[in-house]
């Protein structure tokens, strides 16, 4: 196991547009989260599942943001209609339930 | 809503130096994680702390979780240029609506000049 994989790394959209993001969990793991930091600051919270069920989601979130973890593995962070106030490090990471998290690379979304 | 504050925000130290970085909150935490990330990448493990009053060492790093399970600290022992990094704490919800929540401080951006 390689630990949490993000894709894409790095990601150029133009305002407006739709942009979705991966992650693959370590296995096993069935809690994962997903943040969004922007530069020199810590992660903020965006939603977290166990499994396939989403527990909670950030009540800063508009309704442009969605995500998904249909099978209790992998998940997707859509955006939509992104706004340049989107652009930021988007980060992922994974529990075995209540433990420590582990995080991926992170995907680095830039709204032009 | 539980909050972790974190601080110094910035610490800017010589090599050879000693520093603590304090992590402190209102709410008690299962347990504690501190992590070290570097520009681009994603945050790293350091250590979990989850007993009240427990004392982790890491080669040059010392961390500390207070009695209450409220509060934690980080300490380097004569920092060297290879420490310099953003550092995190974040703790696990005990319980409530938000239980195993991960909730993170605002960082501590740490340069060690040579």
């Known amino acids: 196991d390689t630990g949490v994989s993000q894709d894409p790394r790095h990601k150029i959209t133009k305002r407006g547009q739709n942009v979705t993001f991966r992650c693959d969990p370590i296995?096993?793991?069935?809690?994962l989260y997903w943040y969004r930091q922007t530069l020199g600051q810590g992660p903020e919270f965006l939603t977290y599942?166990?499994?396939?069920?989403?527990?909670?989601k950030s009540r800063l979130l508009s309704d442009r943001f969605s995500a998904e973890r249909p099978k209790g593995s992998f998940s997707t962070l859509e955006i939509q209609r992104t706004e340049q106030g989107d652009s930021a490090m988007y980060l992922c990471?994974?529990?075995?339930?209540?433990?420590?998290?582990?995080f991926g690379q992170g995907t680095r979304l830039t709204v032009v | 809503t539980q909050l972790l504050e974190q601080s110094p925000q910035f610490l800017s130290i010589q090599e050879g130096e000693n520093l603590t970085v304090y992590c402190n909150s209102s709410?008690?935490?299962?347990?504690l994680q501190w992590y070290r990330q570097e520009p681009g990448e994603g945050p790293v493990l350091l250590v979990t702390?989850?007993?009240?009053?427990e004392v982790k060492k890491l080669k040059r790093l010392t961390f500390q979780f207070g009695d209450a399970r409220k509060d934690s600290s980080l300490h380097i022992t004569a920092a060297q240029p290879g420490d310099t990094g953003l550092y995190l704490c974040?703790?696990?919800?005990?319980?409530?609506?938000?239980?195993?929540?991960?909730?993170f401080g605002q960082g501590t951006i740490l340069t060690v000049h040579p």
């Open positions: 599942f166990q499994n396939e069920a989403q527990l909670e």
């Open positions: 709410s008690v935490f299962s347990s």
């Open positions: 702390v989850v007993t009240g009053g």
């Open positions: 974040a703790g696990l919800s005990a319980g409530g609506t938000s239980y195993g929540k991960l909730t």
């Open positions: 296995s096993e793991h069935n809690r």
């Open positions: 990471a994974s529990s075995a339930y209540i433990s420590e998290a582990f």
